[in-house]
T-cell receptor, first 115, second 115 residues
Framework: AQSVAQPEDQVNVAEGNPLTVKCTYSVSGNPYLFWYVQYPNRGLQFLLK??????LVKGSYGFEAEFNKSQTSFHLKKPSALVSDSALYFCAVRLTEGGSYIPTFGRGTSLIVHP | NAGVTQTPKFQVLKTGQSMTLQCAQDMNHEYMSWYRQDPGMGLRLIHY???????DQGEVPNGYNVSRSTTEDFPLRLLSAAPSQTSVYFC??????????????FGEGSRLTVL
């Protein structure tokens, strides 16, 4: 079985400050990891993914995520937050091979960036 | 490029009525799926399909039917609507198979209210 935990329902950060949205996962094998963003009244949009190789993955809108195999984490980061980054963020995991390739999503973290 | 198109965007039903949520994609994706999004529950998989003629149940399939007669279309049918089916529904598609990293492309959502 695979699972994803996003331990914070909400993250508050001031504009210009660095932000981190946390994600930990559990799979019985090697993972593909994803971050998606959902703006109000919109569908989810793909942000970035970890497949293999470099543990630091860069994605859209200046976001990056760090894969840590020993801590089974894939935290989303941005050096300087913008008010327009305020949205709902979802982490997802799926197996690279064997078993189901259907992704499992976390419950989402609401990011609020204050001016 | 339209991507994933969902209709209708909004619908109000009375208990016991039936309806179909439409989903179409123009990316030749093998994999298509339906999720429901409820506050505090994240995304829950209802049904999915790995190709034309093939469908399977997800986490919360009761009360919903699907079919996949073409690669492009994946309609979701509510057989007898109940207030518990009030939710926002998302259709998502991707390239299929375990050999593909399979990030999902989402539609804009269909907001359903059952009175």
């Amino acid at each position: 079985a695979q699972s994803v935990a996003q331990p914070e329902d909400q993250v508050n950060v001031a504009e210009g400050n660095p932000l981190t949205v946390k994600c930990t996962y559990s799979v019985s094998g090697n993972p593909y990891l994803f971050w998606y963003v959902q703006y109000p009244n919109r569908g989810l949009q793909f942000l970035l993914k970890y497949i293999t190789g470099d543990n630091l993955v860069k994605g859209s809108y200046g976001f990056e995520a760090e894969f840590n195999k020993s801590q089974t984490s894939f935290h989303l980061k941005k050096p300087s937050a913008l008010v327009s980054d305020s949205a709902l963020y979802f982490c997802a995991v799926r197996l690279t091979e064997g078993g189901s390739y259907i992704p499992t999503f976390g419950r989402g973290t609401s990011l609020i960036v204050h001016p | 490029n339209a991507g994933v198109t969902q209709t209708p965007k909004f619908q109000v039903l009375k208990t016991g009525q039936s309806m179909t949520l439409q989903c179409a994609q123009d990316m030749n994706h093998e994999y298509m799926s339906w999720y429901r999004q409820d506050p505090g529950m994240g995304l829950r998989l209802i049904h999915y399909s790995v190709g034309a003629g093939i469908t399977d149940q997800g986490e919360v399939p009761n009360g919903y039917n699907v079919s996949r007669s073409t690669t492009e279309d994946f309609p979701l049918r509510l057989l007898s609507a109940a207030p518990s089916q009030t939710s926002v529904y998302f259709c998502a598609s991707s390239y299929s198979s375990s050999s593909n990293t399979g990030e999902l492309f989402f539609g804009e959502g269909s907001r359903l209210t059952v009175l």
